[in-house]
Antibody, heavy 112, light 112 residues
Framework: QVQLKESGPGLVQPSQTLSLTCTVS????????VHWVRQPPGKGLEWMGR???????DYNSALKSRLSISRDTSKSQVFLKMNSLQTEDTAMYFC??????WGQGVMVSVSS | DIVMTQTPLSLSVAIGQSASISCKSS???????????LNWVFQSPGQSPKRLIY???KLDSGVPDRFSGTGSETDFTLKISRVEAEDLGVYYC?????????FGAGTKLELK
């Protein structure tokens, strides 16, 4: 069955770079787009970006200067890297395959 | 970027009553392929989001037919007939027609 699972550090220091991995199973990354969506505590969902099945990427306008999404199809993994983190980037980070299947999310706190 | 405006932001209903949520986009969501990529996503407290409806009115597998989606171009509505306790949480509309994708602010469905 289709599964997505996010992994990464729970705590990142301000100004540092966040690296997250989304490991998928039950489908091929060459068949479906994978998106990253985040949710600050007590707030709504924010679309961050996606990597399309062909490998192209799209990004949220407000984040595109800091954000990079890539993948390793042989490992069924999608990667998110975002630099210059600030406290406002504290959030639950989800990966999703076209919004139909979602991971459990990984909580990232930005704090010194 | 396309702005998604949801109303109301909060809705109190009694079990068994119906509920309706509006979502308006700042531009038409009809894509060049003729399809309209408007999703409704639900999040219960502490859980990952779950898509209920895609392409305006198509129910995802396992979603009860108490849920229905209507609309076109820029105006969309999610209706829940006979609200049940498991329906309480936050509903988001999300457009996937034009990148960058965008979510509405969310509508919190609470018990009256």
């Amino acid at each position: 069955q289709v599964q997505l699972k996010e992994s990464g550090p729970g705590l990142v220091q301000p100004s540092q770079t966040l690296s997250l991995t989304c490991t998928v199973s039950g489908f091929s990354l060459t068949s479906y787009h994978v998106h990253w969506v985040r949710q600050p505590p007590g707030k709504g969902l924010e679309w961050m970006g996606r990597i399309q099945n062909g490998g192209s990427t799209d990004y949220n306008s407000a984040l595109k200067s800091r954000l990079s999404i890539s993948r390793d199809t042989s490992k069924s993994q999608v990667f998110l890297k975002m630099n210059s983190l600030q406290t406002e980037d504290t959030a639950m980070y989800f990966c999703t395959s076209d919004f139909d299947y979602w991971g459990q999310g990984v909580m990232v706190s930005v704090s010194s | 970027d396309i702005v998604m405006t949801q109303t109301p932001l909060s809705l109190s209903v009694a079990i068994g009553q119906s509920a309706s949520i509006s979502c308006k986009s700042s531009q038409s969501l009809k894509y060049s392929d003729g399809k309209t990529y408007l999703n409704w996503v639900f999040q219960s407290p502490g859980q990952s989001p779950k898509r209920l409806i895609y392409q305006v009115s198509k129910l995802d597998s396992g979603v009860p037919d108490r849920f229905s989606g209507t609309g076109s171009e820029t105006d969309f509505t999610l209706k829940i007939s006979r609200v049940e306790a498991e329906d309480l949480g936050v509903y988001y509309c999300c457009q996937g027609s034009y990148s960058p994708y965008t979510f509405g602010a969310g509508t919190k469905l609470e018990l009256k």
